[in-house]
């Protein structure tokens, strides 16, 4: 079992800065990939990025060169640096662990809100 524990989430202007945070525990040694989702409202849950052990990142098209994914491996925690935020990018973000494509695991989410 692993369990995801999200943070950082807020309420900020278009073109401002966050950082989210996920920290997880339990059986993290089974975990290969981890990432960061999010679904807006009446919307599907989509990725947004994801880092594997070995440091290899991808993202979505719509956050290239404005979020930056990494990860503590000495805190079990991942962060996602979202910079220049848009109205568009509102919506909950999920952190997912990934064990195999069978077995992974969900955080509770944390709401991101870009307004003026």
């Known amino acids: 079992q692993v369990r995801l524990v999200e943070s950082g989430g807020g309420l900020v202007q278009p073109g401002g800065s966050l950082r989210l945070s996920c920290a997880a525990s339990?059986?993290?040694?089974?975990?290969?990939?981890m990432g960061w989702y999010r679904q807006a409202p009446g919307k599907q849950r989509d990725l947004v990025a994801t880092i594997t052990n070995d440091g290899s990142t991808n993202y979505a098209d719509s956050v290239k060169g404005r979020f930056t994914i990494s990860r503590d491996n000495a805190k079990n925690t991942v962060y996602l640096q979202m910079t220049s935020l848009k109205p568009e990018d509102t919506a909950v973000y999920y952190c997912k662990a990934v064990v195999t494509t069978s077995t992974y695991y969900w955080g509770q989410g944390t709401q991101v809100t870009v307004s003026s």
């Open positions: 339990g059986n993290i040694f089974r975990i290969n990939t």
